[in-house]
């Protein structure tokens, strides 16, 4: 890692940004979940974060990342024991994401829809296809993908055009999804279609679709300003056939389905920009403590101690925001209106907050000799990840309102 001025190396060390993770409810997590999180956390730090810089520069998808994680594995997270999974809570899934998003959203983000889908093919999938589709997606064999959104709909899962009209035995899909994370890699693709526009969002179903079928084409990785390791592209069907028994959710079932797996996601979303605001913090402080200017250390102006007291405050409440609904989660009770708040506050503090770890340490902190830029660039993102803020509004106010 390159020194930044004054022969300062900024970059924070693992056990530096740990000592800013304050701790989750100890009822909450058990003693074997604890040693998954701790493991993904020196797993981060050892093998993507020297890695994470060559992934956004060469703008693909960090499929390296991905086997690793699966040698790991962290593929199969939310899968039972039972089925060579490590069936964790939401609460210890979160803390593994936040430790993972702390070195890279990226990386987590891929590992968010991965697991998600593992999770609902264990839970969801009829038996034999259950048999079939499961191990490869828990030994991270296949690459799982999330398709909802679409073109022309954006947030509005429950307007999707994307048609799948039975013939005999098989589905026949049309249509087009966007925004597809690891999609330019994905070889088992998880496809909401609607079957009867007529029944509005009680015609949705979901569909398990071999990447490798015909009638499946896939646009190049979107050209972003940040997340590129996310491989995310469009996929599109033009008369892709599907056996019925690759139904993964029925007919009728489909939006609420994809509505549980958000869920969760946004909590996620949430763990996750409080590990890279952490990131922030701790490279901030480092940096400020050694700084000098003006005669002094930049730690001794009151301006840069009371904006980084606001980083630590932000940081505490998102953290609370997000664990309050992974619990709820967990336990089972609602969790639909935690989750948008958390993931509202979140998200809004990862971007101004980690803006704010940058301004303290001036010009250097637009270098790209530690994380802080690719950060500031993946919180910019998770505003629109499963669902953007605007959408959260929408879910909180009807709780308010309606």
Request: include cysteine; hydrophobic fraction near 45%; aromatic fraction near 6%.
């Amino acid at each position: 890692m390159e020194s930044l001025g004054n022969d300062l190396d900024v970059m924070p060390t693992a056990d530096l940004i740990a000592d800013l993770t304050p701790d989750v409810d100890d009822a909450a997590v058990d003693a074997s979940e604890q040693a998954i999180i701790d493991r993904a956390a020196e797993w981060a730090w050892t093998y993507v974060a020297p890695r994470a810089e060559t992934w956004e520069r060469e703008r693909r998808f960090a499929s390296e990342a991905f086997a690793s994680a699966a040698a790991e594995g962290l593929c199969g997270l939310l899968v039972p024991p039972a089925d060579g999974g490590k069936g964790i809570s939401s609460v210890a899934l979160a803390r593994v994401l936040e430790e993972i998003a702390a070195v890279d959203l990226s990386v987590a983000f891929s590992l968010v829809c991965h697991n998600n889908l593992a999770g609902a093919v264990s839970r969801r999938a009829p038996a034999e296809l259950r048999a079939r589709a499961l191990p490869s997606l828990v030994s991270g064999e296949r690459v799982g993908a999330f398709l909802l959104t679409e073109p022309g709909v954006g947030s509005d899962a429950a307007a999707i055009t994307t048609r799948a009209q039975r013939d005999g035995d098989e589905w026949i899909l049309d249509g087009a999804k966007a925004w597809v994370t690891n999609g330019t890699t994905a070889s088992l693709l998880s496809v909401y279609a609607q079957t009867d526009p007529a029944a509005g969002h009680r015609g949705i179903a979901a569909f398990l679709v071999d990447g490798n079928s015909d009638g499946i084409e896939r646009t190049a990785g979107y050209d972003l300003f940040g997340g590129h390791g996310l491989g995310t592209n469009g996929i599109s069907f033009h008369e892709c056939r599907v056996p019925d028994a690759d139904t993964l959710v029925p007919v009728g079932q489909g939006f609420a389905a994809a509505m549980e797996g958000i869920d969760l996601a946004r909590i996620l979303v949430s763990a996750m920009c409080c590990g890279m605001l952490r990131t922030g913090l701790a490279t901030a402080t480092s940096y400020v403590r050694e700084r000098q200017a003006f005669g002094s250390r930049l730690a001794d102006l009151q301006a840069v101690r009371f904006r980084l007291a606001d980083v630590a405050t932000d940081l505490e409440a998102a953290r609370l925001l997000a664990y309050r609904a992974a619990v709820a989660l967990a336990a089972g009770r609602p969790a639909a209106v935690m989750a948008a708040h958390a993931k509202k506050f979140a998200t809004r503090a990862a971007e101004r907050r980690l803006a704010d770890c940058m301004q303290v340490m001036g010009a250097n902190g637009a270098r790209r000799d530690h994380p802080l830029p690719r950060h500031l660039a993946t919180a910019r993102l998770t505003h629109y990840l499963d669902g953007a803020t605007e959408i959260q509004d929408v879910v909180i106010s009807r709780a308010l309102l309606d």
